[in-house]
């Protein structure tokens, strides 16, 4: 069974940096496209980035290049978000979501529980 469990969420100050991490585990993940999606307060989930697990391709949306970088770690099975420059409207729960073809922006065959993002300003 597949688990992905997300970590690192936390209650940050504006124009600090944050790196969430998720642990994939319960099969091999050398076909699948990993990433983020988000939902902040009031709003529908929205995707994020993604990365595909074999060449390292990266997608981000356009609303968060230059301050969000992917990135996945094989030997760990662990995919990664680091946030920049983190603004009050980067607050949302970020969850992490797989799926076993690319792209990952619109659909997904796995997600993880969430974790808390909160920037105060």
């Known amino acids: 069974q597949v688990q992905l469990v997300e970590s690192g969420g936390g209650l940050v100050q504006a124009g600090g940096s944050l790196r969430l991490s998720c642990a994939a585990s319960?099969?091999?993940?050398?076909?699948?496209?990993m990433g983020w999606f988000r939902q902040a307060p009031g709003k529908e989930r929205e995707f994020v980035a993604a990365?595909?697990?074999?060449?390292?391709?990266?997608d981000y949306a356009d609303s968060v290049k230059g301050r969000y970088t992917v990135s996945r770690d094989n030997a760990k099975n662990t995919v990664y978000l680091r946030i920049a420059s983190l603004k009050p409207e980067d607050t949302a729960v970020y969850y992490c979501?797989?799926?076993?073809?690319?792209?990952?922006?619109?659909?997904?065959?796995?997600w993880g529980q969430g974790t808390q993002v909160t920037v105060s300003s």
């Open positions: 979501a797989a799926r076993r073809q690319w792209p990952l922006r619109h659909e997904a065959n796995y």
């Open positions: 990365i595909n697990w074999s060449d390292g391709t990266t």
């Open positions: 319960g099969r091999t993940f050398s076909n699948y496209t």
